[in-house]
Structure formats: C-alpha cells, structure tokens
C-alpha cells in the first residue's frame, strides 16, 4: 500500500507561484509514476503532469507546458509541482497519484493505484 500525502496548496493572485508537494510512504518511491491531476468543482478530474520512474522524463499537459514544472525526490520520496503564472481558471483542488507497472498514457486518471486527498489551490483575478 502507498500512502499520499499533499500539501503546499493555498490562496495566489493571478501571475503568482506555488509549489505543491507529495509525500510517499509505504513502497519503494522510485518504482512510481508519479502524477498530478486537478479537479474544479463540477468539472472532470484533469491530467496536469507526470514523471516516469525509471527515466525521470516529464510529461505536461498543454495548458501547463512551460509554466509548471514536476520534479521528484528519491531521497525525500517526494514529488513536487512548480507552478508558475497562475490562472484564476487554474483554481482547482490538485491531486498527487502514484502507479507501478502500468504502461497505460499517463495522462489516464485511472491507470492510477493511488490517490492523496488533495490540496486545494485558489487563484484569485
């Protein structure tokens, strides 16, 4: 079983910064894709970046690419989300997630095992 734990969301104005974090526990970190995915209230959850974990290679959504950045930390068993220049439609709760084995896109909620609850993140205009 793995364990997911976020935090770093919290209240930004529009053009500003945060960067979210994901702690592991539980199982081997580096075996783990590691992803992150956001939800708006009303709304599908949505496939924001991942990291591959045996490559370190990044992918992004569109709407991100460029602006957020997804890194981990094998010593910390901790995944991070840079994000910067931030949109109000941005606002959203942000979700880390973690598989093993899948070769399934990335971008597929459901090709993920494992969930954190959740951070929230408000961009305000």
């Known amino acids: 079983q793995v364990q997911l734990v976020e935090s770093g969301g919290g209240l930004v104005q529009a053009g500003g910064s945060l960067r979210l974090s994901c702690v592991t526990s539980g199982r081997t970190f580096s075996y783990y894709d590691m992803g992150w995915f956001r939800q708006s209230p009303g709304q599908e959850r949505e496939f924001v970046a991942a990291?591959?974990?045996?490559?370190?290679?990044?992918y992004y959504a569109g709407s991100v690419k460029g602006r957020f950045t997804i890194s981990r930390d094998s010593a910390k068993n901790t995944v991070y989300l840079q994000m910067n220049s931030l949109k109000p439609e941005e606002t959203a709760v942000y979700y880390c997630?973690?598989?093993?084995?899948?070769?399934?896109?990335?971008?597929?909620?459901?090709?993920?095992?494992?969930w954190g609850q959740g951070t929230q993140v408000t961009v305000s205009s």
């Open positions: 990291i591959v974990w045996n490559s370190n290679t990044a």
């Open positions: 997630a973690a598989r093993q084995g899948s070769t399934l896109p990335l971008d597929l909620s459901t090709s993920f095992n494992y």
